[in-house]
């Protein structure tokens, strides 16, 4: 039987990624590394997904997708700043071999540029490629945020296996998560949804207050006992290693959970 913890995320990028160029105001220095963190969190699923440094780095040589990770989620597309191509191929080439590969996500993908490269036939191509090619099927999963809300994203948002939807403004939008969260399931026609957990106010470029944080991890918490979402995702091993309060009321969460 599985618990609350096994539908636990880490979203797993470069050490120091979030440092690098110093734009959203982190302090200290950042050396954790993806597969760290799930130890460090005592979680086992990794979702490990490209910055634009690593727009042409292969996953076929990646060095984070190693134990202790169970589930493991690729990105078919990385972060905004990374060149839009996507990785379908060494994806699908890891995952014939590799079962804990069970799903490819497309990270930061509503945007005016990426909209325009992936419309709704190519998102349904590559849908096709990761349900149809192996032996067995891989989901393709999105990202949203609160802030893309008010968008044209139905025609595309709908196309994807699970949506993960995030709050980008947490002082902002944290308090309003429960009328954004019933906006995306309206969005997505009551599909299949899992929630992103920033543990920084990466759209203020602060620290999160210890109030939000407690605030966002009762919403969550609640929304998977109750079977709404399937699971949530951490943001991230790159700072988890800062000393933020936020960090330390996630793992004592975690601890906590069945």
Same mark, same amino acid.
């Given at each position: @039987?599985?618990? &609350? ?41 990794? #979702?490990?997904?490209?910055? +634009? ?11 984070? $997708? ?6 493991? #989620? &690729? ?30 996500? !497309? ?41 893309? $809300?008010?968008?044209?994203? *139905? +025609? ?36 299949? @949804? @899992? ?10 470029? #602060?620290?999160? +207050?210890?109030?939000? !944080?407690?605030? *966002? ?6 929304? @998977? ?30 601890? *906590?959970?069945?």
């Amino acid at each position: @039987m599985s618990s &609350l913890r096994d539908k636990i995320w880490l979203w797993g990028q470069i050490p120091g990624g979030h440092h690098s160029p110093a734009f959203y105001n982190l302090p200290g220095e950042n050396k954790m590394t993806p597969t760290e963190g799930l130890t460090y969190f005592g979680i086992k699923n990794l #979702c490990r997904v490209k910055l +634009s440094r690593e727009a042409d780095c292969s996953f076929l040589e990646d060095k984070w $997708l190693g134990a202790p990770a169970e589930k493991v #989620c &690729l990105s078919l597309i990385g972060a905004g700043g990374a060149v839009p191509k996507d990785d379908m191929e060494p994806i699908l080439t890891l995952a014939k071999d590799d079962h804990r590969i069970v799903s490819a996500v !497309m990270d930061d993908f509503i945007s005016e540029a990426r909209m325009k490269a992936f419309p709704p036939e190519v998102l349904e191509g590559f849908v096709d490629r990761l349900h149809n090619t192996l032996d067995r099927k891989l989901e393709l999963w999105s990202v949203i945020y609160e802030r893309d $809300l008010e968008k044209p994203i *139905q +025609s595309r948002a709908r196309l994807f296996d699970v949506t993960t939807f995030w709050t980008w403004y947490g002082a902002d939008n944290l308090p309003r998560r429960q009328a954004h969260f019933e906006k995306m399931r309206e969005i997505v026609d009551g599909g299949r @949804m @899992m929630l992103g957990v920033y543990m920084y106010d990466y759209g203020n470029k #602060c620290v999160l +207050s210890d109030e939000l !944080m407690r605030r *966002q991890l009762d919403f969550v918490g609640e929304k @998977m006992a109750t079977g709404e979402i399937e699971g949530i995702i951490l943001c991230s091993n790159c700072i988890a290693d800062l000393g933020l309060s936020a960090v330390d009321i996630t793992r004592e969460w975690i601890g *906590q959970l069945d």
